[in-house]
């Protein structure tokens, strides 16, 4: 038996297989920009977030 789960930004996918064959797959809305949004909603704007992840991205890129 094999998952596969994917969290997006608007929800996340989980589907359980066996095999070659897809027993299940469902989808909800709990993605990490969603939940940020509705669970922290003062840590960072939900429309900054792009933004603040090429900031922290290019800190990463440059030597010590």
Known sequence: ISAIIDI???SV???????RT???AG??????????KALLPDLVPVED???AIALSS???SRPP
């Not at 996918?13 to 095999?19: F, M, Q, S, T, V």
């Not at 989808?27 to 940020?36: C, Q, Y």
């Open 8 to 10: 997006g930004g608007g």
């Open 22 to 24: 897809m027993e299940w």
């Open 49 to 51: 977030l792009p933004g």
């Open 13 to 19: 996918e989980l589907a359980i297989g066996k095999g």
């Open 27 to 36: 989808s909800e809305k709990l993605g990490v920009l969603r939940m940020t």
């Open 58 to 60: 290019a800190d990463f």
